[in-house]
């Protein structure tokens, strides 16, 4: 078998205008057609790179995964396009092999994804009520797990000095306080501060939000700094979440040396695939760290992220997002199917879905 095109389908979205969603499809000579998906943020330079990396790809065997992965990887190719490509090219192999994706990279360690909603509160405003009613509604929907921003709300003039008044602390506290109460003990919630902090403030920070029992905190101080982070979670009872802008394992063996962080989240579209994460993964058990994967893209993103959660024993719970655009789920040929707050995969050979062109090209962004 070998490759004859590869197409990128640049899709609005919850985020568009600021980036779209980016699908990548792998074209072969046996009709079978590999489907992934990028982030790309603001980054329009991942589309170019797809295309690039299409170059390489037309002509070549698309079970050879390793070998174009450390090719292209090498060409110093980015790797949210290497995400999608890779991603296509498992799906090819999972329809040539007729098995699913999860078992050609070890099996099911379990059949359901549990997945936490971020995004729970959008369209509410910032206050204690309209954050419990929009939580008590996502709990109603069957979901176990949620997560809120605790750093948005902060006025911008005192956003981008690391610091954290009292008065903003005493609020992140009271609306944390407001949800957990509302939604009870059982739930599991989680806080993402889109590395606001430095350490002091996110010490601070884990000190205030200790009775509420959280799942997790995210990114208290920003990326690029292991031992700063390391000091955080050192010094709070919280759980300490980041990842989710780290690329590739060699990003995240540094955090796992300094054994930095309690919890990681790598993004299958930008961190190097599907098997990327399985190895990311991997090493992170052996810290005895779990695996809680950052999706907040298009739905192949999440597809591809719960095949993935399917065969790692270290999987803890994956990101779903709630309030996004209400065509999101036509853009595949199967829709996701999401019940009782987890993510239930199929036994169809691949991811199990195809990109649906109509809709794709319906919602094409310029
Ligand atoms: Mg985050």
């Known amino acids: 078998m070998r490759v004859t ?22 074209y072969t000579d046996a009709g079978i057609v590999g489907l992934g998906e990028s982030l790309c943020y603001q980054a329009t ?8 990396a299409g170059e ?34 498992w799906d090819i192999v999972g329809q040539a092999a007729g098995q699913p994706i999860y078992n050609l990279l070890g099996g099911q360690c379990r059949a359901d994804i549990p ?64 949800v957990r109460e509302a939604v009870g003990a059982d739930i599991d919630l989680a806080v993402d501060c889109h590395g606001a902090f430095d350490v002091a403030a996110s010490l601070r ?20 700094n292991v031992r700063a982070l390391a000091k955080v979670t050192e010094g709070t009872t919280t759980p300490i979440c980041t990842g989710e802008l780290l690329n590739t394992r060699y990003e995240f063996r540094e955090l796992f040396e300094r054994q930095a962080a309690d ?26 760290i779990p695996v809680a994967p950052h999706n907040m893209v298009g739905p192949v993103a999440t597809l591809a ?3 993935l959660c399917a065969c790692i024993p270290n ?6 997002q709630l309030g996004d655009v209400p065509w999101v789920d036509d853009l595949l040929t199967v829709p996701l199917a999401v019940h009782d707050g987890a993510v239930q995969l199929t036994a169809a050979p691949g991811l199990g879905a195809a990109l649906n062109h109509q809709v794709a090209e319906r919602y094409r962004a310029a």
Request: charged share 20%.
């Open 315 to 320: 999987n803890l719970v994956l990101e779903y």
């Open 205 to 224: 920070l884990g000190a205030a939000l200790a009775p509420y029992e959280l799942l997790w905190i995210e990114d208290p101080v920003p990326s690029g």
């Open 5 to 26: 095109e590869v197409r990128v389908w640049p899709v609005q979205g919850r985020h568009w205008p600021r980036f779209p969603m980016l699908f990548v499809e792998v």
């Open 115 to 178: 997945v936490y909603v971020d995004g729970f509160f959008r369209g509410a405003r910032y206050v204690e009520e309209e954050y419990a009613a929009m939580a008590c509604a996502a709990v109603a929907q069957g979901f176990r797990a949620l997560k809120m921003d605790v750093d948005e709300p902060i006025p911008a003039a005192r956003r981008f000095n690391r610091a954290l008044a009292p008065a903003d602390l005493r609020q992140m506290a009271q609306m944390v306080a407001a």
């Open 45 to 52: 330079g991942v589309l170019a790179s797809i295309e690039q």
């Open 56 to 89: 390489y790809l037309v002509g070549k065997d698309p079970f050879r995964i390793e070998l174009h992965w450390e090719t292209l990887y090498r060409s110093g190719l980015h790797p949210a396009a290497l995400s999608g490509i890779e991603t296509a090219l």
């Open 263 to 288: 919890i990681i989240m790598p993004d299958l579209a930008r961190t190097g695939g599907i098997m990327e994460m399985k190895k990311i993964a991997a090493a992170a058990d052996t810290y005895y």
């Open 305 to 307: 992220s719960a095949h």
